[in-house]
């Protein structure tokens, strides 16, 4: 598409070296027509999406699983040994398989390289646009998959060299991840880390400052020294932890969860100190707005967070779901697009 932003705008924007020809927008990463079950609201969506650029393309790993290693590579998984048979009767965030510490030694012996020829699920044909590594699950999402979220959050107080170990294998591994998208050509990181419930986060700076700092550290440097940004997206109250992120380097965060985060309050302490990828609410005001009122956020969070000097990009807070309307897409899109444009313009 002739209007979709270049490489160097977008990296401009980022960094805060000021506006592109418009505000960078990526709605195609939490939105896609199989949202739907209606193939009328199939064939809308899919002709928005295609109406309107994407200014980032996403180089997607093939997350590593549980248990089922893909045939090439029967190491490329989390835990070893036999599958547990039949259905598990739990909560997901309950269901942890590394149900016991001492299982720690075999997963460490085994760990998926990052060296698997397979690891690149999808690699964008290159476009000249700014390109992002991507992967769901880093540290605490990685941690309360493999242990449940109890036994999670128990850790830091019961297992704490364990917790350590772990941490310290995941970010050898992800370093090397991050080695094979800078190769393929990504020019940032994007990762995943909910850290914060609806009204705070789900542990204290302290535990943030002892478990977690010391390896996103890590990260962000190993993302800085190969000449890539760093992306964070955690959903929830992170008001506590995101000034440390700040200080670390983190480049890009989103959503700044409305109903969760007051985006004026963050807008006023840390515009121009991070590039906000600010994301539209999908709790409430898309599912049950209607779109003229949806139009009227749209405008009202490109009036809060829009800088001359770039430091915004756009998109929607969190995946796109059925009960959605139509109609409300198609608005949202509509004026932030029309947003977009207008707000480089001055």
Not at 191 to 200: I, K, P, S
Not at 228 to 235: N, P, Y
Not at 242 to 247: A, E, G, Q
Not at 280 to 308: N, S
């Amino acid at each position: 598409m002739e209007d979709r932003l270049t490489r160097e705008e977008v990296k401009r924007v980022i960094e805060g070296r000021g506006c592109a020809r418009r505000v960078p927008i990526m709605f195609q990463k939490w939105c896609g027509p199989n949202i739907y079950d209606n193939p009328e609201h199939r064939d809308r969506l899919r002709s928005l999406l295609a109406a309107h650029p994407q200014d980032v393309q996403f180089i997607r790993w093939l997350d590593v699983p549980v248990w089922d290693a893909p045939t090439d590579d029967p190491t490329y998984r989390w835990m070893h040994g036999r599958k547990p048979d039949g259905p598990v009767s739990a909560a997901h965030d309950a269901m942890g398989p590394l149900s016991d510490w001492a299982m720690l030694d075999d997963i460490l012996e085994h760990f998926p390289s990052p060296d698997y020829p397979g690891l690149l699920a999808f690699n964008p044909e290159e476009n000249g646009c700014y390109r992002a590594g991507h992967w769901w699950y880093n540290y605490f999402e990685r941690h309360w998959q493999l242990r449940g979220m109890t036994d999670a959050l128990m850790d830091y107080y019961t297992n704490p060299e364990e917790v350590h170990r772990l941490f310290g294998a995941l970010t050898e591994f992800y370093i090397g991840v991050m080695k094979r998208m800078k190769a393929a050509g990504a020019d940032g990181i994007y990762v995943t880390d909910d850290l914060g419930t609806q009204t705070g986060p789900f542990f204290s700076p302290e535990i943030f400052d002892a478990f977690y700092a010391p390896y996103y550290k890590r990260q962000i440097d190993a993302a800085h020294a190969m000449g890539m940004h760093f992306w964070l997206h955690s959903c929830g109250n992170i008001d506590l932890h995101l000034p440390k992120l700040i200080d670390m380097g983190l480049d890009v965060i989103h959503p700044i969860q409305k109903f969760a985060m007051n985006a004026k309050d963050n807008v006023a302490k840390y515009g121009g100190k991070i590039c906000f990828w600010a994301g539209f609410d999908v709790q409430q005001t898309i599912p049950y707005g209607t779109p003229e009122e949806v139009r009227a956020e749209t405008r009202d969070m490109f009036d809060l967070y829009f800088r001359k000097d770039g430091r915004f990009m756009f998109t929607l807070g969190n995946g796109a779901t059925p009960d959605i309307p139509i109609a409300s897409l198609e608005a949202l899109f509509e004026e932030a697009y029309a947003c977009a444009w207008k707000k480089c313009r001055f």
